[in-house]
């Protein structure tokens, strides 16, 4: 993450340069705005239909009379709980996991997590005294700006959330391990480690060996560690995560993090392969419970899959297509805000080098107004807290942008119509 | 569900003829049974290679550039809690539910069953006073014999099964009346109503209305209506099942019934689609707590089923190759049974007309004893419990065959194995 501005304050707080426009000037701007009868959409993390294209030949794989892997078993039979072991190996490799404590399963990562919640909570994790759900209260730390929904696993779940602050090196180690030490309702904690949704962090080597390090005392204390965009670089700085099972393991808390990801992002988003890896203890654990749920995955989709990259090489050159396709979008996100913001001294905003998204920091208490005046003129932004838990940002300050859905042109002209949006929030809250 | 034969009993208490073998006979014919030095496998309802090739154009659908569905959505793209309507349109018809009350799900209805019960104990159904979770205790009717998976999806999450009789029309509808007319704790019941699993029994619509009229003590009483062969028919004879689900409307219990399905033996066990019909509350109810755990199914698949079907006389087209290819292999599970059996007064057994299953029952004591002298001499049958709760068949009587996975020959030869080893069991039992 680099925050391209420093912290945003009201431009009443900050010298205003002489050019600074008037209260008058932006409500003219925004009328005009509107005027335009826009209709965008910069909410959700969606690919575009152009990065769809790029996976289109699975839509014709494995191919009539392709049915068997290559281990000779028949994939549109039944069976096989871990997943097609062809696949495993590709994203072994590209997860940095070993390929037998990895695997695959259907066409979300988010199942996969929310799962795991769902039998802690049933039936407790390796560890538990007792399943999660005959505790008095369970609690979870929840890093923020976040991915809202982790956040909704967890209400779902009836997981009290509370928050400590992401850095530009991941979660804040040490407001972690002062939580965790004495209080044993905190079970785990969300991270996610690379290109961080939404601020684009990544987790450096030390603060990962920090969290698998920290003493809990809940002895079941688990990190949900949702690797979604582990390959997802847009530079040529790709980060390699780092390894958080291996570092548990070198803690002595084997057991603590659970890894996830998945190829909805790379090939189909919503009919790609979701995986999770951990330590053998909770991966038998996993598998245990999963076996009253499934006879196995769709190892068919999971042989397409294989197929269609051959090897980890093969998903390495398809992310480069990717972030052809995408890194101008966020070029367009970046250098529009700081064209129209970069002087206005109202807002920071996330350079990231990878993923799915650019965090914008405004004046607080104005991230609602900024959407609301954003929708009057027919430009859809996530709702100002949904980075927070209980959709609540106690500062009203943050938005992400999500721009990888609509061409470049839409971006731009929506990014242009923020800004003014931006700018007229900021200017009424300095006129009180 | 037809019977072939009277109850069994052992040899000692029927006239024997005179051609009668005696136990020495007998051991001799399993000697000879086991130098033939057998390697087969009857234990899984799973479609052969054969069945398979049925639907091996899905391997090549939808084809580059195909990827909207008929409403115009991209199917690549995420979103869409109800799966694809076009492909729910064809199962709404042939299932006998309205579209808008039918959710297409990912690869399993064994998922759906778990995540319902799941939901259950975690959030209560609607009418519930509390999580089933939280209630003392929580108690399931099994009609058996049954499907083992079933049993497996109680014991996991800890819902005690109490077993009911099956009939030649499905479950002992009086004696459910009874169990649940006081018992608040009965909080629901397992119903295959078509061709069931393992006694390939009908529910005939006298039944279904009893079932779905009864009064329970239980105000959020369910029935899990698992229509895995509502399609699979066997003979001309190509039974409807009761539609469930509007006769529990009609008799007050609008939220009774949960009905599931899955093309997992029409295309490809483990790479198709599965379903959920409900009331408009128990399908809100469902898809409330979905949404935390999933952003929407595989569209891509549940579009490569809608044009590999066509509509749903394609299906019933499709259903017609299966029964051409597992009829004959029914007939000489049958034939080979009667042959073998038909004067011995040992065993009886099911002449299903659809389905995946013969149910076979042994002299009482000696059903444990078949699968082991079957196994030692190379065929793998069902585990004799399977059929029940806990795997505990109380008067060890009950054998699953499933005779679709291997080649004609190898059912003839393997049934003929276990005539031997029924016969000899019942001339031991016998002996004493």
Same mark, same amino acid.
Request: hydrophobic share 45%; proline share 8%; net charge negative.
């Given at each position: 993450?680099?925050t391209?501005?420093?912290e945003?304050?009201?431009?009443?707080?900050?010298?205003t340069a /002489?050019?600074?426009?008037?209260l008058?000037?932006?409500?003219?701007?925004?009328?005009d705005?509107?005027?335009?009868?826009?209709?965008?959409?910069?909410t +959700?993390g969606?690919?575009?239909?152009e990065?769809?294209?790029?996976?289109?030949?699975?839509?014709?794989?494995? =191919?009539?009379?392709v *049915?068997?892997?290559? /281990?000779?078993?028949?994939?549109r039979?039944y069976? =096989?709980?871990?997943g097609?072991r062809?696949?495993r190996?590709?994203?072994a490799?590209l997860?940095g996991?070993?390929?037998?404590q990895l695997?695959?399963?259907g066409?979300a990562?988010?199942t996969? @997590?929310?799962d795991t919640?769902?039998?802690?909570?049933? %039936?407790g994790?390796?560890g538990?005294? +007792?399943?999660?759900?005959?505790e008095?209260? #369970?609690?979870w730390?929840?890093?923020v700006? =976040?991915?809202?929904?982790? %956040?909704? !696993?967890?209400?779902?779940?009836?997981?009290? @959330?509370?928050?400590?602050?992401m850095?530009?090196d991941?979660?804040?180690?040490?407001?972690?391990?002062a939580?965790v030490?004495?209080?044993?309702?905190?079970?785990?904690m969300?991270v996610?480690p690379?290109?961080?949704n939404?601020?684009?962090? #990544?987790?450096?080597e030390?603060?990962?060996?920090?969290?698998?390090s920290?003493?809990?005392a809940?002895?079941?204390f688990r990190?949900?560690?949702?690797?979604?965009?582990?390959? *997802? *670089?847009l530079?040529d700085?790709e980060?390699?995560?780092a390894?958080?099972?291996?570092?548990?393991a070198?803690?002595?808390?084997p057991?603590?993090?659970?890894l996830?990801?998945?190829?909805?992002?790379?090939?189909?988003?919503?009919a790609?392969?979701?995986?999770?890896?951990?330590?053998?203890?909770?991966?038998?654990w996993?598998?245990k419970h999963?076996?009253a749920?499934?006879?196995g995955?769709?190892?068919?989709?999971?042989?397409? *899959?294989?197929l %269609?990259?051959?090897?980890?090489?093969?998903?390495?050159a398809?992310?480069?297509k990717?972030r052809?396709?995408?890194?101008?979008k966020f070029d367009?996100?970046t250098?529009?805000?700081?064209?129209?913001?970069?002087?206005?001294?109202?807002?920071s905003?996330?350079?990231?080098?990878?993923g799915? %998204?650019?965090?914008l920091?405004? #004046?607080?208490?104005?991230?609602? +107004? !900024?959407?609301?005046?954003?929708?009057?003129?027919?430009?859809?932004?996530?709702?100002?807290g949904?980075p927070?838990?209980?959709?609540?940002?106690?500062?009203?300050?943050v938005?992400?942008l999500?721009?990888t859905?609509?061409?470049?042109e839409?971006?731009?002209v929506?990014?242009? =119509?923020v800004?003014?949006? !931006?700018l007229?929030?900021?200017?009424?809250?300095?006129?009180g």
């Open positions: 993450m680099t391209a501005q420093p945003p304050t009201a431009p009443a707080d900050v010298p /002489g050019a600074a426009p008037s008058d000037d932006l409500r003219r701007a925004y009328a705005l509107q005027a335009l009868g826009l209709k965008l959409d910069l +959700r969606k690919p575009s239909a990065q769809l294209d790029l996976s289109e030949a699975l839509l014709a794989l494995p =191919g009539e009379g *049915h068997t892997d290559a /281990g000779g078993t028949d994939v039979n069976g =096989g709980l871990d097609l062809q696949l190996e590709i994203f490799e997860l996991v070993p390929v037998e695997l695959a399963g066409n990562s988010l996969l @997590m929310y919640l769902a039998y802690a909570t049933l %039936f994790v390796p538990s005294e +007792r399943p999660w759900g005959r008095e209260k #369970v609690r730390i929840c890093p700006p =976040g991915y809202d929904r982790h %956040f909704s !696993v967890c209400e779902a779940l009836g997981i009290e @959330m509370i928050t400590v602050p850095t530009d991941g979660p804040d180690a040490a407001a972690v391990a939580l030490a004495e209080d044993p309702t905190i079970k785990g969300w996610v690379t290109y961080a939404p601020d684009g962090s #990544v987790v450096t030390e603060v990962a060996r920090a969290l698998v920290v003493p809990a809940a002895p079941d990190i949900l560690w949702d690797n979604a965009y582990a390959l *997802h *670089h530079t700085d980060v390699t995560s390894d958080a099972i291996s570092l548990a070198e803690a002595g808390h057991d603590r993090v659970l996830y990801a998945s190829t909805s992002k790379i090939t189909f988003a919503g790609g392969v979701a995986f999770l890896a951990s330590s053998p203890a909770n991966v038998a996993y598998k999963l076996s749920q499934s006879i995955p769709d190892k068919v989709n999971q042989l397409r *899959h294989a %269609f990259f051959g090897d980890a090489d093969g998903v390495r398809h992310m480069r990717h052809d396709i995408i890194a101008p367009a996100v250098s529009i805000l700081a064209d129209r913001l970069g002087d206005a001294g109202v807002a905003w996330t350079e990231p080098k990878g799915y %998204f650019v965090s920091e405004v #004046v607080p208490g104005t991230a609602s +107004r !900024v959407v609301e005046l954003a929708k009057a003129a027919g430009i859809a932004l996530t709702p100002a949904a927070f838990p209980y959709g609540k940002d106690p500062e009203d300050k938005l992400r999500a721009p859905l609509p061409p470049i839409e971006v731009r929506a990014m242009d =119509g800004a003014t949006c !931006v007229l929030a900021a200017a009424e809250a300095a006129a």
